[in-house]
């Protein structure tokens, strides 16, 4: 329990670059250093996670410490991975209901993005030799990646490779109706009148997103800007984007966003409302999934399916990476500190905190 603690706090800590980033980090840390998962099993929880709400990174720090220490271990590493990108966004949420601005985090992330950009290449690299056990694997990531980079949404696109696989390998036995009966359900569970703001409300609209949020942050944005701007009129939109900024700018989950937008509408209560709403679900989630993944991989059909959506998932990684280069990497200075991160990352398999740092300093110093 003290090394999930320790590992999932220094994770939380140095979390920057979204989903695809973190999960990288996890893999290297869990995988490849302490040996804990096999890459095979390490595969099947993050396409697992790719196909329940909620936000991946934390779901598979969750995964990793039910498959350690049971519920338990899930609790403390889901917990420790929350708490320090809670805690800043929620000082951070105190300054701006008391000053009306963020501070100019713009030079110091400068740097840690090539360098983020570096370790999820290292993540694609062993991922995918694990996730391609044979060529007929290869279509099926291929047409997922077109899928995404055309602006499939990405639980979409998963469910589809998940198809694609036992289509191609066994038969066609699930249909997507089920899904697209749902979908519009869920979604109108979002749409609510505008009610005068209370901590009550503001928890129960971030325990709906948490239960339903697929995607990535940008599907939180657009759930954000439809319930918080448009329906309750509790943010304008400028406050909207520099709670989303905020986000960004801390390591961790982007959902802390929804701690950074409790303090501001409700102080330190509101804060710790909307972070336990918004993460309540994930945990309920992982708690059910976990314990099935096992025997869905003993299943034949189902191991198709989860060969397809593991290949799928390094799909929807690769095109992460391609959208975060073509606005990350447009001068000479983010372009050498990928470089740079690159072979620390693939020839000397450098720890991914000591590239996140020496991103930011060498940001400071080139850009």
Known sequence: MKELIRLFLKLGFIGFGGPAAVIAMIDDEVVTRRKWLTREHFLDLVGATNLIPGPNSTEMAMHVGYERQGIAGMIVAGLCFILPAALMTGALGWLYAEYGQVPEVEPF??????????????ALWRLGKSAVKSWSLVPIGVAVSIALLYGINEVFAMLGGGILGLSALYYWRHRLSTITAVLPFLYGLLQTPKVEYSIWTLGWFFLKVGAVLYGSGY?????????????????????????????????????????????????????????????????????????????????TLMGAFLDAVNVSAVALMLVVTIRLGMNILTDWAPITIFILAAIATLRFKVNSVWLVAGGAGLGLLLI
């Open 109 to 122: 992330l400068q740097g840690i993005k090539p360098a983020v950009m570096a370790i999820i290449l290292g």
């Open 219 to 299: 599907v939180l944005i657009a759930f954000l800007e439809g319930g918080l701007v448009q329906t309750y009129g509790w943010l304008t939109q400028q406050q909207l984007l520099d709670a989303i900024a905020i986000g960004q700018f801390t390591p961790g989950p982007v959902l802390s966003t929804a701690t950074f937008i409790g303090v501001f509408l409700g102080g330190w209560q509101g804060g710790m409302i909307a972070t336990v709403a918004i993460f309540l679900p994930s945990f309920v989630f992982v708690s059910i999934l976990n314990p099935l993944i096992p025997r869905l991989r003993k299943s």
